[in-house]
């Protein structure tokens, strides 16, 4: 006797880590928020554009993770050999929408109208370490305008921004939309003295720490360092007290309106010439903003905003939500941060050797989804279809028909397709479809010609609220005759 083969062992039902399953109502409230920012990137002559989930890794470029390994950061694979030899190309799952955009807009560059105006909304996976809220699979919602320098197209971006947030559910009050420059950036860096490279990305990135630990606390960490919250200490950027200055005057100047931030602004950039050329592109912007009705009260000029600085070469932009959620321990906090973005015109140049210039912004679509569920916009429990019950297996085409008129009339309908023996099973079935109606007609109904309909909601209700005697009166189910099905069920839905 041939000895027994090892029994392979069965595959796990889990979920990859850092990636998660979408169902009913996940899906069905995305593609309703998406669809509602669609609407709204169609009205202002964006077109759509959905690219190839793989990239070549020559594409993505410098806006991987790490150049130096390129499947660190990015699910990425080589091609087998080459016919005549030589390796093959080493593709990727696309990082962002962004990358891909670029390669479109040079690949087209001669069928493409310029300016091309696109919007995206797809996913993208990054191979990054999973944690809690971070995945390696998720959405994002792209708008971009490529080939227009002008600061229209930032001020544009963001009025579409501020209306598409407010169609998609967020009310006006709830979100501001805060507007820098990375050329005043530059100025107050050129005011320092600070070259650029690390001494500059370090004064960078503690201006980008004014949020949290204020004016003092930059202050420290500009210049000798601070002790953290923890009591360890921060070493400083090492810049002199007057060095510090410039940047302490930029980040304060906030003012009570845009034109009194403007005024700072111009102040604290001194003579750097590139800052004054950031200052009068946020005062067009902030200019054309107001044409289009979009108040200081939805979009504002804000210096402490810092974004992608190795990636944006002129204005940035990012959308707040500003209305308080509970966190998990029923603690007070703001939503903050969901959607950002600003002008990068170095990306396209990667592929042509020309500048094009572009400017965009991304909706991270998690979160904003996140967001309306908070403010009680979106989450409820989804209706799902009427079920109609098999009582008799040699019926089912008269239970097929019935389903077929009721979907002829715009209703959402089923039969049931498990075991029909059991009908307390066909009921808790439509339970957890949570149908909002049980179609039932057994031999004695057809004889007669009728249907029975059930209310479930109602029926629910009653059971948790009324006497037995009331429940037993079966005031949620109603006997129609056939031809009345559509109209009875309409009526209950309605």
Known sequence: MAKDQKKQPRPKAETPKGFRDYFGADVTERKQMLDRIAEIYHRHGFEPLE????????ALGKFLP???????GVFAWQEAEVPGGGAGDWLALRYDLTAPLARVAAQFRNDLPSPYRRYAMGPVWRNEKPGPGRFRQFYQCDADTVGSASVAADAEICAMLAAALEHAGIARGDYLIRINNRK??????????????????????????????GEAGVRQLL?????????????????????????????TSKGADNAATLQNLRAAVGASAAGAEGVEELAQIAEMLAAMGVGEDRAVIDPSIVRGLGYYTGPVFEAELTFEILDDKGRKR?????????????????FTGQKVPATGVSIGVDRLLAALRAKGLMGGIEPGPVVVTVMDRERMADYQ?????????GIRAEV????????????????????????????????RGVVQVKDLILGAKIAAEASHEEWKAQPAQTEVARADLVAEVRRILG
């Open 51 to 58: 690219t190839s989930a793989v990239e070549t890794v020559e």
């Open 66 to 72: 790490d150049v130096d390994r390129p499947n660190a």
């Open 184 to 213: 005043v950036l530059n100025g107050i860096l050129e005011s320092t003295g600070v070259a650029e490279g690390k001494p500059a990305d370090d004064v960078l990135r503690t201006i980008d720490k004014f949020d949290k630990v």
């Open 223 to 251: 210049t000798a360092g601070r002790k953290d919250d923890s009591g360890a200490f921060i070493e400083g950027v090492g810049l002199s007290p007057e060095q510090a200055g410039p940047v302490l005057a930029f980040l």
């Open 334 to 350: 703001q939503f903050g941060s969901v959607a950002g973005g600003g002008r990068y015109d170095g990306l396209v140049e990667r």
């Open 401 to 409: 028909a019935m389903a077929a008129e009721l979907r002829q009339a």
């Open 416 to 447: 049931y397709l498990g075991n029909p023996k059991n009908f307390g099973n066909q009921l808790k079935y439509a339970d957890k479809r949570n149908a909002p109606v049980a179609v039932i007609q057994g031999g004695d109904e057809a004889a």
